[in-house]
């Protein structure tokens, strides 16, 4: 059987299919062995016990994703790695549920006809086209009026664990964070629907990879989080003065 590479980020990906995976019993997510003698390549299921580093190679996106959870865990306190590593965990599958309802209901051909004629309805009003949107996603899937107690109880435990005293009526601050910032991207969406396209770009997508490759080991850092900036910043200045705006509501809630 002949391969071909294919470019990912600055290395190249070989793509295994099932019937090889099945053959040495692994899957998505399993830990092999690369040795190599010069001249081929060998890959081996590895099934001892992990003793060393495991290298991981993540998108740019899922890079960002992290080290956005970290930080705002850091928030809190410098917990130890344990609990770090629970707690990372607890608020991506929270993150990640959201996100997974939030596809499917875009792929609900009765929401989308709906969204359409509320966007048709609503013209250029963005501001009451974001709280209708909202209402209109939750009426289709009402598990998703939960996400702000799911966020609201995250904080208070972390808060616990960190010997700090919990946020009155923390539901309520929500809402009115949720409110300022559905203001700032109605003011910017021309700007979000630029950035968004541009981060569609090959170009954009290669470069981003480089980076997290470069922080390969130290994803999580802030050093990390302003190298993707820098790089957003070159291809969509505009989104700069966004993140200013996100950063400053954020700042006025203390960070939550």
Same mark, same amino acid.
């Given at each position: ?40 390549i060998?890959?081996?299921p ?11 190679? *993540?998108? $740019?996106?899922? =890079?960002? +994703? ?7 865990? @850091?928030?809190?306190? #410098? ?6 590593k ?18 499917? *209901?875009? $792929?609900?051909? =009765?929401? +989308? ?7 048709? @309805?609503?013209?250029? #009003? ?41 946020? @009155? ?45 470069m922080?390969?080991d ?8 302003e ?30």
């Amino acid at each position: 059987m002949l391969k071909k590479l294919v470019k990912y980020g600055n290395s190249n990906a070989l793509v295994l299919d099932k019937p090889i995976l099945e053959l040495l019993n692994i899957a998505e997510g399993s830990i092999v062995k690369i040795s190599t003698d010069g001249r081929s390549i060998v890959i081996t299921p590895h099934q001892e016990v992990v003793v060393q580093q495991v290298h991981e190679t *993540l998108t $740019s996106s899922e =890079a960002m +994703q992290l080290a956005g959870i970290r930080s705002s865990i @850091a928030y809190y306190k #410098d917990f130890d790695p344990e609990t770090q590593k629970a707690l990372e965990k607890e608020f991506s599958d929270i993150m990640n549920h959201h996100c997974e309802m939030v596809m499917k *209901l875009n $792929s609900n051909p =009765a929401f +989308q006809a709906e969204a359409l004629a509320l966007k048709t @309805a609503c013209g250029t #009003d963005a501001i009451k086209l974001a709280e209708m949107h909202k209402a209109l996603m939750e009426k289709h899937n009402p598990e998703l009026t939960q996400y702000p107690k799911q966020l609201a109880d995250f904080d208070k435990k972390c808060r616990l664990l960190a010997g700090k005293q919990p946020v @009155a009526n923390m539901e309520q601050q929500q809402k009115d964070i949720q409110k300022e910032f559905q203001d700032v991207f109605a003011k910017h969406k021309d700007t979000q629907m630029a950035c968004g396209l541009m981060m569609q770009s090959p170009e954009y997508v290669h470069r981003a990879q480089l980076v997290t490759e470069m922080f390969q080991d130290n994803q999580g850092s802030i050093e990390f989080i302003e190298a993707m900036k820098k790089l957003m910043y070159e291809f969509c200045p505009e989104i700069e003065q966004l993140h200013k705006e996100i950063e400053a509501i954020s700042k006025k809630y203390g960070n939550i």
